[in-house]
T-cell receptor, first 113, second 108 residues
Framework: EPEVTQTPSHQVTQMGQEVILRCVPI?????FYWYRQILGQKVEFLVS????????KSEIFDDQFSVERPDGSNFTLKIRSTKLEDSAMYFCASGRDLQETQYFGPGTRLLVL | GIQVEQSPPDLILQEGANSTLRCNFS?????LQWFHQNPWGQLINLFYIPSGTKQNGRLSATTVATERYSLLYISSSQTTDSGVYFC??????????FGQGTRLTINP
């Protein structure tokens, strides 16, 4: 069964550094998402992406964040200058249509020191 | 935006017991999903269920869209069912809003 994959599984970085989190959505999906979960809290929406542009973003998704689909298979989340409070599990998700299941990847656990 | 409330926040059961988890929404939703977050942090899809009833093995879910709630039933619980269960919904805005989760602990 096709699945969403994410790399790396874990990343440790220093405050102020740039990080890029990578995702490979399911191949015939058209809608792509990033969510995050701070330890012990609920999962929060960051951004949705369709037709090569952002379609919705949350207040969390400020100018430090950007997303890109650099080729036909990858979907990336970049954090330009990481802060301590960016430490969280980041989930990528994809969906075939708006009224269908969003499938989540296994997550990247980011720790900012 | 919509608010999602899950109950109970914590549930501790013995292996073999049945359980019911509830999810209430402050407004109607177009999409509704249930997830199980395992001890490694992975979010496992359980159901996509904006309305009606679905069953998958020992798990089943019912959503009453007109009354803005959904229920997840787990029968004959096993220790591997332990973890946090989340429901999430959206109103067609392409963003799932998650509840705070129900932490289920199944003791042997």
């Amino acid at each position: 069964e096709p699945e969403v994959t994410q790399t790396p599984s874990h990343q440790v970085t220093q405050m102020g550094q740039e990080v890029i989190l990578r995702c490979v959505p399911i191949s015939n999906h058209l809608y792509f998402y990033w969510y995050r979960q701070i330890l012990g809290q609920k999962v929060e929406f960051l951004v949705s992406f369709y037709n090569n542009e952002i379609s919705e973003k949350s207040e969390i998704f400020d100018d430090q964040f950007s997303v890109e689909r650099p080729d036909g298979s990858n979907f990336t989340l970049k954090i330009r200058s990481t802060k301590l409070e960016d430490s969280a599990m980041y989930f990528c998700a994809s969906g075939r249509d708006l009224q269908e299941t969003q499938y989540f990847g296994p997550g990247t656990r980011l720790l900012v020191l | 935006g919509i608010q999602v409330e899950q109950s109970p926040p914590d549930l501790i059961l013995q292996e073999g017991a049945n359980s019911t988890l509830r999810c209430n929404f402050s407004d109607s939703v177009n999409n509704l999903q249930w997830f199980h977050q395992n001890p490694w942090g992975q979010l496992i899809n359980l159901f996509y269920i904006p309305s009606g009833t679905k069953q998958n093995g020992r798990l089943s879910a019912t959503t009453v869209a007109t009354e803005r709630y959904s229920l997840l039933y787990i029968s004959s619980s096993q220790t591997t069912d332990s973890g946090v269960y989340f429901c999430a919904g959206d109103q067609g805005a392409q963003k799932l809003v998650f509840g705070q989760g129900t932490r289920l602990t199944i003791n042997p």
